[in-house]
T-cell receptor
Framework: SAVISQKPSRDICQRGTSLTIQCQVDSQVTMMFWYRQQPGQSLTLIATANQGSEATYESGFVIDKFPISRPNLTFSTLTVSNMSPEDSSIYLC?????????????FGSGTRLTVV | KQEVTQIPAALSVPEGENLVLNCSFTDSAIYNLQWFRQDPGKGLTSLLLIQSSQREQTSGRLNASLDKSSGRSTLYIAASQPGDSATYLCAVNFSARQLTFGSGTQLTVLP
């Protein structure tokens, strides 16, 4: 299976600041996906990141709040900007992983963000 | 709207019991269905993936079934252990590139 290294694993941040989350994959992948899991909720897709093009955002998520970079086929970052307590969530990256099966997915270990 | 529902939301069983977790989805036109495990505050670990053409998949004590026509999947855990305690998430691939998740079943296996 693909191995995803996600950093940081957790952070506590002041409101109004920004945090950048990194995901490094051990193989080249076309698309990387960023999800948010609010407390007690299930996962919601934020955006899909392709190398060499702008990320595609889902309804309710905007680039100014969640800018994404995808500089190469193994790396992506998600920034949570101008944070408020409502941004406290677990953020996860994911890639399509052929080892799981056709259209199967592997997830990173998550970033647990608390905004105070 | 394509939705995924998991019942029950929480389940507590004594060690050694066999159990079934349920997942239902609203659209039978799926690519596949994937079961994940999530430990508190952590990421997701893939357990089983069932393609739309398959009826079931097995891995160790886990067996997942899929009935597309009725929009249902079950995850069967045999001889449960305290280490199985976690939240189990069902995710349906309706569009090949995006997973739609259920809200999860929080399982507690009591020693």
């Amino acid at each position: 299976s693909a191995v995803i290294s996600q950093k940081p694993s957790r952070d506590i941040c002041q409101r109004g600041t920004s945090l950048t989350i990194q995901c490094q994959v051990d193989s080249q992948v076309t698309m990387m996906f960023w999800y948010r899991q609010q407390p007690g909720q299930s996962l919601t897709l934020i955006a899909t990141a392709n190398q060499g093009s702008e990320a595609t955002y889902e309804s309710g998520f905007v680039i100014d709040k969640f800018p994404i970079s995808r500089p190469n086929l193994t790396f992506s970052t998600l920034t949570v900007s101008n944070m408020s307590p409502e941004d406290s969530s677990i953020y996860l990256c994911s890639v399509e992983d052929p080892a799981q099966g056709s259209y199967g997915y592997t997830f990173g270990s998550g970033t647990r963000l608390t905004v105070v | 709207k394509q939705e995924v529902t998991q019942i029950p939301a929480a389940l507590s069983v004594p060690e050694g019991e066999n159990l079934v977790l349920n997942c239902s989805f609203t659209d039978s036109a799926i690519y596949n269905l994937q079961w994940f495990r999530q430990d508190p505050g952590k990421g997701l670990t893939s357990l089983l993936l069932i393609q739309s053409s398959q009826r079931e998949q097995t891995s160790g004590r886990l067996n997942a079934s899929l009935d597309k026509s009725s929009g249902r999947s079950t995850l069967y855990i045999a001889a449960s252990q305290p280490g199985d305690s976690a939240t189990y998430l069902c995710a349906v691939n309706f569009s090949a590139r995006q997973l739609t998740f259920g809200s999860g079943t929080q399982l507690t296996v009591l020693p």
